[in-house]
């Protein structure tokens, strides 16, 4: 399959990339991802071979805006209040669980 198209890819590189990847991968399955990883290489070849002369490079195919409000200091809720409905309160702060291990 390599030999009529250059951006195929080959059983043996498949095995070899699954290898390095520590992917135990069965016969079936090198088999597979051959067929389909060659028919990726082939599509990204083509568009490879596209004329984009004239058109813009873009990070989205959408013009996005980012929408943020200004930094402004504005009424909060009273702390004491926000702490009286906690379950668990500590100097001043919400108590909660410990997930990770002291260093």
Request: proline share 9%.
């Amino acid at each position: 399959m390599a030999d009529e198209n250059p951006t195929a890819i080959t059983r043996a590189e498949v095995e070899h990339v699954a290898g390095l990847a520590r992917l135990g991968l069965s016969a079936d399955e090198v088999d597979r991802l051959t067929h389909e990883l060659a028919g990726i290489l082939i599509h990204a070849r083509d568009m490879g071979e596209l004329d984009l002369s004239g058109v813009e490079p873009t990070s989205h195919p959408l013009p996005l805006v980012n929408v943020v409000r200004p930094d402004e200091i504005s009424p909060s809720l009273d702390r004491d209040e926000v702490l009286a409905a906690a379950p668990a309160v500590q100097d001043n702060q919400f108590r909660v669980p410990r997930i990770l291990e002291a260093p």
